[in-house]
């Protein structure tokens, strides 16, 4: 009983000890005389004759930022130090400005979302109503929409339109960037 208990873990071990041996060890996929199939830029290196090295000096180029454009809309903010402050600390005379640092900060703005409300009064003659001759009542025309019924304006549907073919934006993902904005508008009523 006891040989057959020792026997299988023998077993087992050797077992383990192939495996481990199959997943970690040398692969036996070579074949003889492999090594030799891709040396074909060896044996070009040791043909071509390489020229004496020289003392190559090599400077690197720092990093350079590109200016940001002129174009672009501008908001100028004058950080200087309070009136109080711009006396001498050691002979209380006052300072004079002897030049200026300038640095750029981008600032992006993201989408605004706004409701256009269009409101149409209603109009009635009191005169007709009282005389009871006839009830007109006058309201301007309801302005004409992209969509029949529908509460797009031009804006959002050229929005929906580059985001997905020019930027190629899936319209679920469109579905959560409108809910940022707490604005429940589908795939479905994005797609039709």
Known sequence: ???????????????FRVAQHNKFGKST?????????????????????????????HTRNKPKREPLPEEAPREVLVRGTAE??????????ELHCIGEDKSEKLQFIPA???VI??????????TC???????????????????????TTPSLLSQIITSKYQYELPLY?????FKQHGIELSCKTMAD
């Open 1 to 15: 009983m006891l040989s057959q208990v020792l026997s299988r873990c023998q077993y087992l071990e050797e077992q």
């Open 29 to 57: 996929e070579g074949h003889s005389g492999q090594g030799e199939l891709f040396n074909e830029a060896e044996e070009l290196a040791s043909e071509v004759k390489t020229p004496e090295q020289g003392a190559i000096s």
């Open 84 to 93: 109080d402050e711009k006396n001498c600390d050691c002979c209380a005379s």
């Open 112 to 114: 605004q979302v706004k």
């Open 117 to 126: 409300e269009h409101v149409r009064p209603k109009y009635a003659c009191r």
């Open 129 to 151: 109503e009282k005389d009871g001759i006839s009830n007109t009542v006058k309201q301007a025309s309801v302005p004409r929409s992209v969509i029949t019924k529908g509460y």
């Open 173 to 177: 993902r469109q579905e959560a960037l």
